[in-house]
């Protein structure tokens, strides 16, 4: 089936412009102004922007943590990704130490295959380093993933240093890449204590027991140790300028660092841990923390000028009774916010209709870079032909505010509550076929496919 989008503008990475978009099937045939190519169906998109599908590279579904497993699995999660018109995520595999990459991966398609609304693929968990480990590598890459992750801190996760180095080169000699939770344990671990020991056990103690200097510090030691490996790396989930520092430094000396923030970061601060209502603080508990409005600032800009190259989400999600686990002690409340249903609409209300970001810059970020940053690109990333006919319509005259009541995620809060939008998503199509109208999910069963990724292109 032909479907014609008519009257809309464009938007890619290199700028916005008026033209129509043609798809055939799953793909998409043409684009250009004024197509007359015959359509078996006719979509009026006058005044609308035409985004390619939003990727989420990083996001955590059905995810066992804290003594407790996520809120969302990749059936509601999923859900709720198309809503906000993000038609690709890519989850992460995460097997036990002393578990195979195999067990990992294979595990994680019992979770997501034939149980995901949106395409989908898998960065792969390190969190061991052995001749057993290094040796399934390829094989991890024969089976389309090709993205890794390490852990600074978490007891259960974490890589010293010396294996991470070792990690990093055979990453380096397979054409791989890694992205880095960066924080340092030890210090963290001090500071937790010390706050413990006073009897100050609430949720403020969280982002004082994790200031952003030791992040910043975890950051400039992954980059020397990514130098010593000459491996390129991912840096997930910045949240401030002395990390940013960091990688300036690091790309000055001809390092290749990659640099990845989340809406929280942008929209949402540190103050909210000092409310005086347990329920109220912890449904914000995250790590890194978020920081204060000064690092926002400090984040916005660096995205102007092209220094973070995209925005997830995180999306880690615990209900209120999940966070309460914590009452009595802070580094028991499970760490985690949902964002996955928001990030496009937050995106353009608060990045481009404040003029902080042009709307390729949007593309960029949500689109076009994690496309090519994690082996996706052309097929997702752009509307050009021949890629997959991922789309979201955006109209700038759907503004709402945003209320946990009207969402699909699998929690009984929004960390944007009350947050008024500047328009809103109209529609998303997901491989020429339309998903969501006006914030319903029409899909009645997950129609999500496995996507095996090829290498960083960006």
């Known amino acids: 089936?032909?479907?014609?989008?008519?009257?809309?503008?464009?938007?890619?990475?290199?700028?916005?412009?008026?033209?129509?978009?043609?798809?055939?099937g799953e793909k998409i045939l043409a684009v250009g102004r004024n197509l007359k190519q015959e359509a078996d169906a006719v979509t009026d998109v006058s005044g609308c922007l035409l985004f390619p599908g939003f990727i989420d590279a990083h996001t955590h579904f059905d995810l066992d943590v804290a003594g407790t497993t996520t809120a969302d699995d990749f059936y509601t999660g999923s859900r709720a990704a198309l809503r906000g018109g993000t038609t690709t995520v890519i989850d992460f595999a995460c097997p036990n130490k002393g578990e195979s990459l195999h067990h990992g991966l294979e595990l994680w398609h019992r979770k997501a295959d034939g149980r995901t609304f949106c395409d989908y693929g898998f960065h792969m968990t390190i969190d061991d380093w052995n001749e057993s480990i290094r040796s399934e590598l390829p094989d991890m890459f024969a089976q389309g993933v090709s993205s890794f992750k390490m852990y600074m801190t978490y007891p259960a996760m974490m890589i010293g240093d010396r294996d991470m180095y070792w990690a990093l080169k055979e990453l380096k000699a397979l054409g791989g890449i890694c992205g880095v939770h960066c924080e340092n344990a030890g210090v963290i671990d001090g500071m937790i204590a010390e706050y413990k020991a006073a009897g100050e056990l609430g949720p403020d103690s969280h982002p004082r027991s994790r200031p952003p200097y030791l992040e910043a510090e975890a950051v400039g030691r992954l980059l020397r140790i990514a130098q010593a490996a000459n491996c390129p790396v991912v840096i997930v989930h910045l949240t401030n300028h002395e990390a940013l520092r960091e990688v300036e430094h690091a790309r000055q000396r001809g390092q290749r660092v990659y640099v990845e923030t989340c809406p929280q970061y942008l929209l949402l601060d540190e103050s909210l841990y000092f409310n005086p209502d347990f329920s109220t603080a912890a449904r914000y508990v995250c790590a890194p923390p978020l920081r204060s409005r000064t690092e926002q600032e400090a984040l916005w800009r660096a995205l102007r000028r092209g220094e973070i190259q995209t925005v997830s989400t995180d999306h880690c999600s615990f209900t209120l009774a999940q966070k309460d686990m914590g009452r009595a002690d802070f580094t028991k409340i499970p760490g985690g916010l949902p964002g996955v249903e928001t990030r496009g609409e937050l995106i353009w209300s608060y990045g481009v209709a404040k003029r902080r970001i042009t709307p390729a810059r949007m593309c960029r970020l949500l689109s076009e870079n994690p496309a090519r940053l994690y082996g996706l690109?052309?097929?997702?990333?752009?509307?050009?032909?021949?890629?997959?006919?991922?789309?979201?319509?955006?109209?700038?005259?759907?503004?709402?505010?945003?209320?946990?009541?009207?969402?699909?995620?699998?929690?009984?809060?929004?960390?944007?509550?009350?947050?008024?939008?500047?328009?809103g998503i109209r529609e998303v199509w997901l491989r020429g076929q339309k998903a969501v109208d006006r914030g319903a999910v029409l899909d009645e069963s997950p129609r999500g496919r496995y996507m095996a990724r090829g290498k960083c292109s960006l």
């Open 377 to 423: 690109f052309p097929r997702k990333g752009i509307l050009w032909p021949g890629s997959d006919a991922d789309i979201v319509v955006y109209d700038p005259g759907l503004s709402h505010v945003i209320q946990a009541e009207d969402c699909v995620a699998n929690v009984d809060y929004n960390p944007y509550e009350g947050f008024v939008t500047a328009g």
């Open 1 to 24: 089936m032909r479907t014609l989008f008519k009257g809309g503008t464009v938007v890619s990475g290199a700028g916005a412009k008026r033209a129509d978009v043609l798809t055939d």
